[in-house]
């Protein structure tokens, strides 16, 4: 239950972070959670495949999960054209 929790929390965190670097692409508090969970796997697998790491605990995990996010957000925004 923590680990959902802990989830939730920097999904929404990243999400509000992206949206709030890319403008105009906010999708409200749960769209905002779902754009920050799905940026995290994004996030991690990208840098996995890149053998990057952007270090350890809370602000790591936040930075990959808003850099996926971003990343979600483009492909968002070119399939909405």
């Known amino acids: 239950m923590n680990n959902l929790i802990y989830v939730l929390i920097v999904g929404a965190i990243?999400?509000?972070?992206?949206g709030?670097?890319?403008?105009?692409?906010?999708?409200?508090?749960?769209?905002?959670?779902?754009v920050g969970i799905i940026g995290a796997f994004v996030g991690n697998w990208v840098f996995g495949q890149?053998?990057?790491?952007?270090?350890?605990?809370?602000?790591?995990?936040i930075l990959t999960s808003v850099?996926?996010?971003l990343?979600?957000?483009?492909?968002?925004?070119?399939i909405r054209r």
């Open 14 to 18: 990243s999400g509000w972070l992206a």
């Open 20 to 34: 709030e670097i890319k403008r105009g692409f906010g999708f409200g508090l749960i769209g905002n959670i779902i």
């Open 50 to 61: 890149l053998h990057i790491s952007l270090g350890a605990g809370l602000i790591g995990v």
């Open 67 to 69: 850099i996926g996010a």
């Open 71 to 78: 990343i979600v957000l483009a492909l968002i925004g070119l």
